[in-house]
């Protein structure tokens, strides 16, 4: 168990849909970033919270969407699905936000659009 | 733009054996650099890092990485390969975003394969 942990951990939805993926980061980490992977894409950024601020923004669509609460959890919104939306969804967090941070993942949530 | 490359999708390497997952990079500055790996159906772990210092870099479960400055490349290793050591292995870099932030930015992962 890396203590950071997503829910759900399996999500099967169809095109048009709306999903809300969240992610409790590690103990004390106050940095939260979100990665989508994908077989023909690997792993790409989407975006980077820090202390319930919006650090750094990567490769994220429109429809998606993200925060971080209070509590420093953090949700990432999926809208207006597609199929090409089907990926897993990664979730990292680490103590600060300089980039030289080791990131620790969470399980992963399995998304798939149909 | 800041990045990193993995030139082998796949690498094979028979248990006992030395292996190598290479891996090159581009960054303007200096750079920072990590190995990370992934376990079928787990999230990604850490490995090690080059910050600074000493151009060979100790890590988890046996692995080293050497950072070559002038070849660009910090190519991953271990001296004896277990088959246990079968996963999905990335490489990744400290990229700067416009506005002036951070973020480890991923190749595309290599496959590596021990076979008994």
């Known amino acids: 168990d890396s203590g950071v942990t997503q829910t759900p951990k399996h999500l099967i939805t169809a095109t048009g849909q709306r999903v809300t993926l969240r992610c409790s980061p590690r103990s004390g980490d106050l940095s939260v970033y979100w990665y989508q992977q994908s077989l023909d894409q690997g792993l790409q950024f989407l975006i980077q919270?820090?202390?319930?601020?919006?650090?750094a923004k990567g490769n994220i669509l429109e429809r998606f969407s993200a925060q971080q609460f209070p509590d420093l959890h953090s949700e990432l919104n999926l809208s207006s699905l597609e199929l090409g939306d089907s990926a897993l969804y990664f979730c990292?967090?680490?103590?600060?936000?300089?980039?030289?941070?080791?990131?620790?993942f969470g399980a992963g949530s399995r998304l798939t659009v149909l | 733009a800041q990045s990193v490359a993995q030139p082998e999708d796949q690498v094979n390497v028979a248990e006992g054996n030395p292996l190598t997952v290479k891996c090159t990079y581009s960054?303007?500055?200096?750079?920072?650099l990590f190995w990370y790996v992934q376990y079928p159906n787990r999230g990604l772990q850490f490995l090690l890092k080059?910050?600074?210092?000493?151009?060979l870099v100790k890590g988890s479960y046996g692995f080293e990485a050497e950072f070559n400055k002038s070849q660009t490349s910090f190519h991953l290793k271990k001296p004896s390969a277990l088959v246990s050591d079968s996963a999905l292995y990335f490489c990744a870099v400290r990229a700067s975003l416009s506005g002036g932030s951070y973020i480890p930015t991923f190749g595309r992962g290599t496959s590596l394969i021990v076979h008994p």
């Open positions: 919270y820090y202390n319930g601020e919006e650090r």
């Open positions: 990292a967090s680490s103590a600060h936000s300089s980039g030289a941070n080791v990131l620790t």
């Open positions: 080059y910050i600074t210092g000493d151009n």
């Open positions: 960054v303007s500055g200096n750079p920072y």
